[in-house]
């Protein structure tokens, strides 16, 4: 038989008219179904590839990443929080005096009577040199790094001399402006680096990126306390070394690798001298 043959009984009148007639059914193919199963199965497995891949990636990304990860998550819930930046005083107006001149009497030895005492307006400024960003609730240390390779151009020697410098702080790129100098002043700091690194200061610039165009940031450096003022925010390759290079006004440089955990770009922002005391 062919064709999916199959037989009825038929039931007549008398049961010597059963007989056994041979019907021929054909039924639709099925490979039309079997095509489309193999089709969804095929984009399933895709689907399960992409999402494993991803579950995995993230996983590690997030090992590698964490503390800066944690850095960025413990800011959004204190901003959301309302708390305060302490650092915020830094960077304030200096406020005129208002308080008038205190009469100190004198009596005994040389002086004699009353001596007028004006108000003192101290601030304590650290002997090394320190940025502050308030906005990011950071107070780190500047380091400096060697010029002997970069005038050698000794390429990856002054690489690796960054890379243990930044294990201290951030640092003040070699060959760059000092604050004061009327030029470029650039800084450099990790966003995010291996967790397993000994520094203290691999997520210096984690949240650099939450920095605001008009927040103020401080430069300490010789005894004196150098305020800039955020005005540009761009993000650049790596070979776009432009940033880098002098100007004819004093400002301040700060770089950090983005987005977190990659090299892949460069943040950068730049702000103008607005007061030095």
Same mark, same amino acid.
């Given at each position: 038989?062919?064709?999916?043959?199959?037989?009825?009984?038929?039931?007549?009148?008398?049961?010597?008219?059963?007989?056994?007639?041979?019907?021929?059914?054909?039924?639709?193919?099925?490979?039309?179904?079997?095509?489309?199963?193999?089709?969804?199965?095929?984009?399933?497995?895709?689907?399960?590839?992409?999402?494993?891949?991803?579950?995995?990636?993230?996983?590690?990304?997030?090992?590698?990443?964490?503390?800066?990860?944690?850095?960025?998550?413990?800011?959004?819930?204190?901003?959301?929080?309302?708390?305060?930046?302490?650092?915020?005083?830094?960077?304030?107006?200096?406020?005129?005096?208002?308080?008038?001149?205190?009469?100190?009497?004198?009596?005994?030895? =040389?002086?004699?009577? &009353?001596?007028?005492?004006?108000?003192?307006?101290?601030?304590?400024?650290?002997?090394?040199? *320190? @940025? !502050?960003?308030?906005?990011?609730?950071?107070?780190?240390?500047?380091?400096?790094?060697?010029?002997?390779?970069?005038?050698?151009?000794?390429?990856?020697?002054?690489?690796?001399?960054?890379?243990?410098?930044?294990?201290?702080?951030?640092?003040?790129?070699?060959?760059?402006?000092?604050?004061?100098?009327?030029?470029?002043?650039?800084?450099?700091?990790?966003?995010?680096?291996?967790?397993?690194?000994?520094?203290?200061?691999?997520?210096?610039?984690?949240?650099?990126?939450?920095?605001?165009?008009?927040?103020?940031?401080?430069?300490?450096?010789?005894?004196?306390?150098?305020?800039?003022?955020?005005?540009?925010?761009?993000?650049?390759?790596?070979?776009?070394?432009?940033?880098?290079? =002098?100007?004819?006004? &004093?400002?301040?440089?700060?770089?950090?690798?983005?987005?977190?955990?990659?090299?892949?770009? *460069? @943040? !950068?922002?730049?702000?103008?001298?607005?007061?030095?005391?």
């Amino acid at each position: 038989m062919s064709d999916r043959d199959h037989y009825v009984l038929h039931v007549g009148a008398h049961p010597s008219s059963h007989h056994l007639q041979k019907e021929k059914t054909k039924h639709p193919p099925k490979f039309h179904t079997k095509q489309r199963n193999s089709a969804w199965a095929w984009i399933w497995d895709k689907v399960h590839f992409v999402l494993v891949s991803g579950a995995v990636f993230l996983m590690i990304y997030t090992l590698l990443n964490w503390q800066a990860l944690y850095i960025n998550a413990q800011y959004y819930w204190e901003t959301w929080r309302g708390a305060e930046r302490p650092l915020e005083r830094l960077v304030e107006e200096t406020p005129v005096a208002n308080e008038p001149e205190r009469i100190v009497t004198v009596e005994g030895g =040389a002086q004699h009577g &009353e001596l007028p005492v004006p108000p003192l307006q101290l601030e304590v400024v650290p002997p090394d040199t *320190r @940025l !502050v960003v308030p906005r990011i609730n950071q107070n780190v240390p500047v380091i400096g790094v060697r010029n002997e390779n970069l005038i050698a151009r000794q390429w990856e020697a002054l690489e690796q001399d960054i890379q243990s410098a930044l294990r201290s702080g951030v640092i003040h790129y070699p060959g760059t402006a000092l604050p004061g100098d009327g030029g470029n002043v650039v800084l450099t700091g990790h966003s995010s680096y291996y967790a397993w690194d000994p520094g203290r200061f691999k997520d210096v610039f984690a949240l650099l990126h939450d920095v605001q165009l008009g927040d103020r940031v401080v430069l300490f450096f010789n005894q004196k306390k150098y305020t800039y003022e955020v005005d540009s925010r761009v993000i650049v390759l790596p070979q776009q070394v432009d940033v880098l290079a =002098a100007t004819d006004h &004093e400002q301040l440089t700060l770089i950090t690798c983005t987005p977190i955990g990659t090299n892949l770009k *460069r @943040l !950068v922002l730049t702000a103008r001298l607005v007061e030095v005391q």
